[in-house]
C-alpha cells in the first residue's frame, strides 16, 4: 500500500508542475523553485518532488544543470515527441512529408498573402542569396528554412505553421546534408516568390513540387 501511495503523491506532484509549465506560469528559460520550496508548497516530501522533476526532465519540459537548477525547456510534449522523432526520420523522409506540407502552403500563400508577407519573403530570400554566395552553408540553411516558414506563415493558416515550426531543426538539417550542392545557384525560391506575388497558386505548387524534386536528386 505503501508503494500505491507514493506513486500516487508522485503523479499529483507531475500534474502539479506540469500545470505551472503549460498554463504558461513557468515560460520557458524560468528556473523553477528549489526541491524545498516545491515540497513546502505542495504540502509533499522532497522525494515525491524530486521524483517529478525527473519524469518531466525526461519527457523534455525540463533540465537540471548541475550546481544551478532546474529550468523549463519546452511546454509542450506532443511537440517534443515530434521533435524527437524527425531528429531520427532520414533525409528522404523529411522531403516525402514536405510534399504535402510546402505544396499545400505554396496554394494557399498565392491566394492569402499579403504586403506584409511579401515584404518578409523577399528580405528572407535575400539573406539567403546572400549565404549562399559568401558560401556560409550554416547561414543559408537557416535562411532557406526561414523562406518556407514565411511561406507557411503566409497561407494564413495557424496549424500548418505549428507543423512547419516542429519540423523547422530536420529541415535545416535537411539542407546542411546536401552541403555544396545547397549552395549552388539556381532561381526556384525566386521563381516561387514571384508565383505567391502574382497570386499564381497552381505556379506555385508546380514550383514547389520542382525544388523538392531537386534536393530529392542532390541527396
Request: hydrophobic share 40%; aromatic share 2%.
Amino acid at each position: 500500500m505503501r508503494n500505491v501511495a507514493r506513486t500516487s503523491l508522485v503523479d499529483a506532484a507531475i500534474e502539479e508542475l506540469r500545470e505551472e509549465i503549460t498554463s504558461g506560469a513557468w515560460p520557458v528559460g524560468t528556473k523553477i523553485p528549489s526541491e524545498s520550496q516545491l515540497a513546502e508548497s505542495l504540502g509533499m516530501s522532497r522525494l515525491s518532488v524530486r521524483e517529478a522533476v525527473r519524469v518531466l526532465a525526461h519527457a523534455g519540459l525540463l533540465t537540471t544543470r548541475q550546481g544551478d537548477g532546474t529550468y523549463v525547456t519546452a511546454t509542450d510534449e506532443s511537440k517534443i515527441a515530434l521533435r524527437r522523432r524527425l531528429d531520427k526520420a532520414a533525409a528522404m523522409d523529411i522531403i516525402d512529408v514536405r510534399r504535402g506540407l510546402d505544396l499545400v502552403a505554396a496554394r494557399l500563400a498565392a491566394t492569402k498573402r499579403t504586403e506584409q508577407d511579401l515584404q518578409g519573403l523577399h528580405e528572407t530570400l535575400r539573406r539567403r542569396n546572400a549565404a549562399g554566395r559568401a558560401g556560409d552553408l550554416d547561414g543559408f540553411a537557416d535562411a532557406d528554412v526561414d523562406f518556407h516558414l514565411r511561406v507557411a506563415d503566409a497561407a494564413h493558416n495557424p496549424l500548418l505553421g505549428e507543423l512547419y515550426r516542429s519540423m523547422s531543426e530536420a529541415l535545416r538539417d535537411s539542407v546542411r546534408g546536401m552541403e555544396e550542392a545547397a549552395l549552388e545557384p539556381d532561381t526556384s525560391h525566386e521563381d516561387l516568390l514571384r508565383a505567391i506575388e502574382d497570386g499564381d497558386a497552381s505556379r506555385a505548387v508546380a514550383v514547389s513540387v520542382a525544388i523538392l524534386d531537386q534536393q530529392q536528386r542532390d541527396l
